[in-house]
């Protein structure tokens, strides 16, 4: 599937600590073979002290740019002089691409999250979204489902304080819908569930093996469950929206959409359509 090296290949990466697990290597590389261009994607350990010249190396090395992963995608934000709109509303940098040796931070989380749901036909506009967690994917879901003109966002965090902070940041965005900020146990309120068109888990809790409380029967049987996490089988979020027939999703599109703009940004084409998916779907043994 990689592809093949010269000593023209350019190169671009992905960042993080932990790193191994990424399947981003395997996406963007599938699209360098399919296109056969002599480029190359590859992952490197970076550890949190190490981002500042790890981002050096980019110039230095005249790499096409790097994604970022867990930890470095808020700090990103805050050491690199070029953001973005979208990265500074965020935050959170998941993407850095080379200009001519000016690194420019971008994040693609939320089109990736956006053009997922679309490509879904999940349909939030004038509805109820309620939204688990306050972090930077939560962050991430909110602009996502403010562009697809939901009707009003609920953030449910186990830290009610910063779902409070994250609503905040969001009320000085144009065209925004009414959101709120609650306690994540108002996810076992039953009217409010009863309301919601989409819930989204944005939360670290399955990764941890932790759970929190949430009423699925009370939801509409039409609510799309979707949760940011993915794993070869349903992830713990999404098992009981499955045992009740509800419709759920993995964040899986979401990690391909990001991927597949963050390819468009470092190599200034798209990748071929359907390739970088396929790849995803082959390693988590769907395909
Ligand atoms: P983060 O900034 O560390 O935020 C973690 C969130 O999870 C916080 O809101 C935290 O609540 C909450 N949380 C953690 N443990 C919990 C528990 N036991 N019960 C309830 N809430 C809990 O992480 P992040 O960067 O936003 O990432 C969140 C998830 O999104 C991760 O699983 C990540 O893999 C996924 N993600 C997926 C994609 C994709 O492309 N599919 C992209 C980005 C992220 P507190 O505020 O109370 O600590």
Request: glycine letters at 8%.
């Amino acid at each position: 599937m990689s592809a093949k090296l010269s000593g023209r290949t350019l190169f671009a990466a992905v960042y993080g600590d932990p790193v191994e697990h990424s399947l981003s290597p395997a996406m963007h590389n599938a699209a360098y073979a399919a296109l056969e261009m002599d480029r190359a994607y590859g992952a490197f350990h970076v550890g949190a002290q190490k981002l500042r010249e790890a981002l050096r190396a980019v110039v230095a090395l005249e790499m096409l740019g790097v994604n970022l992963t867990v930890p470095h995608k808020e700090r990103a934000a805050r050491i690199l002089p070029k953001l973005s709109d979208e990265a500074r509303l965020l935050r959170s940098v998941n993407c850095v691409i080379n200009r001519e040796g000016v690194l420019h931070g971008d994040n693609t989380d939320a089109r990736g999250l956006e053009t997922d749901l679309r490509g879904k036909q999940v349909d939030a506009a004038g509805k109820a979204v309620v939204i688990a967690g306050a972090g930077g994917a939560a962050a991430s879901a909110v602009l996502a489902c403010i562009r697809m003109r939901a009707g009003r966002i609920v953030i449910a965090n186990r830290t009610q304080a910063r779902a409070a902070a994250l609503m905040r940041r969001f009320a000085r965005v144009r065209g925004v819908c009414a959101i709120e900020a609650k306690p994540i146990s108002v996810l076992t309120n039953s009217t409010l569930m009863g309301q919601a068109a989409l819930i989204i888990n944005a939360t670290s809790a399955g990764l941890r093996g932790e759970e929190f409380a949430l009423d699925y029967a009370a939801a509409p049987s039409d609510c799309v469950f979707y949760d940011l996490s993915y794993a070869r089988q349903p992830t713990p979020f999404l098992m009981p929206a499955v045992a009740l027939e509800r419709r759920s999703y993995d964040g899986a599109g979401m990690l391909a959409g990001q991927g597949e703009l963050a390819f468009e940004l470092f190599n200034r084409r798209p990748p071929p359509p359907g390739v970088m998916p396929a790849a995803l779907m082959h390693y988590l043994g769907r395909d």
